[in-house]
C-alpha cells in the first residue's frame, strides 16, 4: 500500500514539475508578439484587444509589420502613416526601456466608429 501511495505522489510532484508549478519566475523571458490578425477575419474587438495586449513589451526588433500590424510611433520620432482606416489595424507605439531597446507601450486599434480601442 506504502509502495502505490509513494508513486502516487511521485506522480503529483512530477506532474507538477512538468507544468512549471513551483518554480519561480525571473521574468528575463522576453515577450514574443502574437500571430498578426487575420485580414480576411471579421472585425472582433475582444480578439484585436487581446492581441494589443500581446504586443506590450515586445522589442522592435520582433515586430512584423504587416497590412494590419505597423509601428506609428518610435520615441519622440512620429512615423509617416496613411490616413485610410482599417478597422482592426493595431498602431503600434514605442519607447526606449531601461536596456535602451524600443518596446512597444502602447496600442491603438482601429475602429469603423473612430474611436480607436487603447491598450497599455
Do not use: K
Not at 35 to 40: G, L, T, V
Not at 80 to 88: A, F, I, K, S, Y
Amino acid at each position: 500500500m506504502r509502495s502505490i501511495h509513494r508513486r502516487m505522489v511521485v506522480g503529483v510532484m512530477a506532474a507538477l514539475l512538468a507544468l512549471g508549478c513551483g518554480g519561480t519566475d525571473d521574468g528575463d523571458a522576453e515577450p514574443t508578439p502574437p500571430e498578426a490578425p487575420d485580414e480576411s477575419a471579421p472585425f472582433d474587438p475582444e480578439r484585436s484587444r487581446e492581441l494589443a495586449e500581446g504586443y506590450l513589451g515586445v522589442a522592435e526588433e520582433n515586430i512584423e509589420e504587416t497590412p494590419l500590424v505597423r509601428i506609428v510611433r518610435r520615441g519622440d520620432e512620429q512615423l509617416p502613416v496613411t490616413m485610410d482606416l482599417r478597422e482592426g489595424r493595431l498602431n503600434l507605439e514605442l519607447d526606449a526601456a531601461d536596456d535602451d531597446v524600443f518596446r512597444v507601450t502602447r496600442v491603438m486599434v482601429e475602429t469603423a466608429e473612430g474611436e480607436d480601442i487603447v491598450v497599455e
